[in-house]
Nanobody
Framework: VQPVVESGGGSVQAGESLKLSCTAP????????LNWYRQFAGKPREFISQ???????WYTDSVKGRFTISADKVKDTVYLQMNSLKPDDTATYFC????????????????WGQGTQVTVSS
């Protein structure tokens, strides 16, 4: 099974923006939920945002109002637009498909990718 592929990370100054991409095999066809996570150094991954196959979105409080998740079903790609970045956003960002309530089992069988590193300097 192919893994997800994250890209778009980099090093920026506080207040600047980045747009991350996640190519997730089968996202559209399997009606998956796509989740973004981030992992701070030395800590486990934490959930930050998700979008379902109908376009409904959810954000954790720490990123709400600054990050926007969107999907391009034709490309099986989900984006995370990150504005007003803070040093506390420095982390490795991962994405993952899950079955949710309407997806197929295949959504849960896609491997984790390597993540993409975001570094925000003050």
């Amino acid at each position: 099974v192919q893994p997800v592929v994250e890209s778009g990370g980099g090093s920026v100054q506080a207040g600047e923006s980045l747009k991350l991409s996640c190519t997730a095999p089968g996202f559209a066809n399997n009606r998956c939920v796509l989740n973004w996570y981030r992992q701070f150094a030395g800590k486990p991954r934490e959930f930050i945002s998700q979008i379902d196959n109908s376009g409904r979105t959810w954000y954790t409080d720490s990123v709400k109002g600054r990050f926007t998740i969107s999907a391009d079903k034709v490309k099986d790609t989900v984006y995370l637009q990150m504005n007003s970045l803070k040093p506390d956003d420095t982390a490795t960002y991962f994405c993952k498909t899950t079955e949710g309530r309407t997806g197929s089992r295949a959504c849960d069988q896609v491997d984790w990718g390597q993540g993409t590193q975001v570094t925000v300097s003050s």
